[in-house]
């Protein structure tokens, strides 16, 4: 099972034309296994307590292209300090104020409705990739 996700994670890594290397399988892995949307200075502490050892460097780098590539989201939170996710389907980030927390909200029907909204709205020359909707608490 271990080397299966493994394995995963290197399939997701090549597929947006990169190098799998052990240090963006790691990243990858430990980003994919958090909720709480952390920060580049929370997951090099998350990926400490698992063993794997980088320079922030490093990880903001892998961050930055993982980005890049699609294979990651960046959020600000309500500090303006970049947070990230690995999910990258339709989901609602809700920001809590107090705590100053992101979490997921899942609604397929919300996708469906936003895509059917905006398929008849947006000019014809805009092709929808992607949407993000943000609830702040």
């Known amino acids: 099972m271990k080397n299966k996700k493994i394995q995963i994670y290197t399939d997701m890594i090549r597929n947006v034309g990169l190098k ?8 990858l892995k430990v ?6 949307h952390p920060s580049a200075d929370m997951l090099m502490d998350a ?3 698992q063993g794997y050892v980088m320079s ?5 780098n ?3 292209t993982f ?10 939170d309500n500090h303006e300090v970049m947070r990230f996710d690995a999910n990258t389907k339709f989901h609602v980030h809700i920001y809590n104020n107090e705590d100053n927390g992101i979490c997921d909200f899942f609604d ?4 469906v409705l936003l895509a059917n909204y905006f398929k008849n709205k947006l000019p014809e020359e805009v092709l929808l990739n992607r949407m ?3 609830i702040f608490a």
């Open 20 to 27: 799998a290397t052990p240090q963006r399988i790691s990243v």
């Open 56 to 60: 922030v460097g490093t990880i903001y």
């Open 108 to 111: 397929p029907e919300l996708e």
């Open 132 to 134: 993000e909707v943000s």
């Open 31 to 36: 980003l994919s296994e958090m909720s709480s």
């Open 62 to 64: 892998i961050l930055e």
């Open 67 to 76: 980005s890049e590539k699609g294979l990651i989201l960046k959020l600000k």
């Open 47 to 49: 990926l400490g307590d």
